[in-house]
């Protein structure tokens, strides 16, 4: 597919503001994850599955009305989305298993980042990575599934 100049500049704003929406949505699933695992102790899968639906709301939010500018069936696309959502966090969830099961994340000592000692540090950090596995697949699924223009039929 060839793109003019036109399209290639519209498709990078909208790059630019999903990243821009993307941080904050980490923003929200971290602090939302920390403060319930860290500070509540709520179990990792519970703060997990919390944080998450809370950046999910954000994320579908701002990704419709600021990024995509989506003007298609919004019960269409909020159903989409949350088949995005329960794919890529079906892999977060994968990618979080193998970091802490097996590969024993969950045993890293407090100080394993030295200028940043945490408690739970393997959890955290697991979030974290797993998190940026989410991001990915979900960009890639929103962008050409749930907010995909939908073209006139040219007669």
């Known amino acids: 597919m060839i793109q003019n100049k036109a399209e290639s500049h519209k498709t990078f704003k909208q790059l630019i503001k999903y990243a821009v929406v993307g941080i904050l949505n980490t923003l929200v699933t971290l602090i939302s994850f920390w403060f319930l695992n860290t500070c509540i102790e709520f179990s990792y899968g519970i703060s997990n599955a919390i944080a998450y639906v809370l950046g999910v709301i954000n994320s579908f939010v701002w990704n419709r009305t600021w990024v995509f500018k989506a003007h298609n069936n919004i019960g269409r696309e909020a159903a989409l989305f949350v088949v995005g959502y329960m794919l890529c966090y079906g892999l977060q969830i994968m990618v979080s298993w193998f970091l802490l099961e097996g590969l024993d ?51």
């Open 105 to 155: 994340w969950k045993s890293l000592p407090q100080d394993v980042i030295p200028f940043f000692p945490m408690a739970k540090a393997g959890q955290n950090i697991t979030m974290v990575v797993a998190m940026g596995f989410y991001t990915i697949a979900n960009y890639i699924y929103n962008r050409f599934v749930t907010f995909k223009e939908q073209k006139q039929l040219e007669k």
